[in-house]
């Protein structure tokens, strides 16, 4: 078997090309372009994904059984603190799942985590104008666009968010740890798996354009069941999701998306705090 994935041509001076003239090892190779090693494929990409949520299912199986008992204990029914343990089961359910999944991509995918380009995870260093841009895409940008948005194609209906209800009816001390998770583990996890993991993984078989839609989509399916599935808060998810996409192959760095991660799930907690129904 000869190796393809470089071509020696030795053309002689004032001559045709010969086909058949024989490689001159001496002559500078052309490679070819090919995939860089330790990336993850598609179809690993998909599983990764899948996995994450599939976690979280299989987490809260046993967990919110316990829940319930919990809830009828008469100290707890007492003290009223059964909004309070639902919360902090659905935030040990995330972080479980969550630092379960950067374990797993770290540990899979050690040549590519590092790596700015296409091919790799995006764990490298963010200049601070980047960190800056993503930043005020998540406070400004994203907010302001995708609210619009979304209340256009509402016409006037109820927008809910599962986690509204969740936060709103805890008590004050015990929104302290969703608060933390939706600003740091969160945006960290899923960046790791829809603009690491999968983006670099379509990336490698589409086009920049498909590849971005196709995750786009993906993340905005994925986080449709937040929304109670109102079909009107895809567009606004899947905008958001562009835009975290570009954010990664702009800066070639995973962190000014998580930083846009961040802020937008800040604005949205804040939002939240603020309503009248928040004690």
């Known amino acids: 078997m000869h190796d393809t994935s470089c071509l020696h041509l030795r053309l002689p001076p004032n001559r045709f090309w010969n086909p058949l003239i024989v490689p001159d090892p001496a002559l500078p190779a052309i490679h070819l372009s090919e995939p860089a090693p330790g990336g993850p ?4 990409a998909l599983v990764c994904v ?6 979280q299912l299989a987490l809260s199986l046993p967990l919110y059984p316990l829940l319930g008992w919990l809830r009828r204990h008469p100290a707890v029914t007492a003290h009223g603190w059964g909004p309070d343990l639902l919360l902090w089961a659905t935030c040990l359910d995330l972080g479980i799942a969550g630092l379960i999944m ?10 590519a985590w590092a790596r700015e380009g296409s091919d790799g995870l995006g764990f490298a260093a963010a200049a601070p104008r980047q960190w800056l841009a993503g930043a005020l895409v998540g406070l400004i ?12 194609l509402a016409h006037g ?24 998770l939706t600003v ?6 899923e960046e790791t798996l829809f603009r690491g993991v999968l983006l670099s993984a ?5 086009p920049r354009a498909m590849a971005v839609c196709l995750t786009s989509a993906a993340f905005a399916l994925a986080h449709l069941g937040s929304f109670d599935y109102q079909w009107y808060a895809l567009p606004a998810l899947a905008l ?40």
């Open 41 to 44: 494929g598609p179809t690993q």
């Open 50 to 55: 899948l996995t994450y949520f599939g976690l």
């Open 102 to 111: 950067l374990g797993v991509t770290r540990k899979l995918w050690p040549q």
């Open 141 to 152: 940008v994203i907010p302001l666009l995708g609210s619009w948005l979304t209340e256009w």
């Open 157 to 180: 209906q109820t927008i809910t968010e599962q986690i509204d209800a969740l936060i709103t009816d805890a008590g004050r001390w015990a929104r302290i740890p969703i608060v933390l």
């Open 184 to 189: 740091t583990l969160v945006p960290v996890v």
């Open 202 to 206: 379509l990336r490698q078989r589409f």
């Open 240 to 279: 958001f999701a562009w835009a975290l996409a570009e954010l990664r192959i702009r800066s070639g760095s995973i962190w000014p998306g998580v930083a846009a991660h961040a802020c937008n799930n800040a604005v949205a907690i804040i939002a939240i705090l603020g309503s009248p129904h928040a004690g």
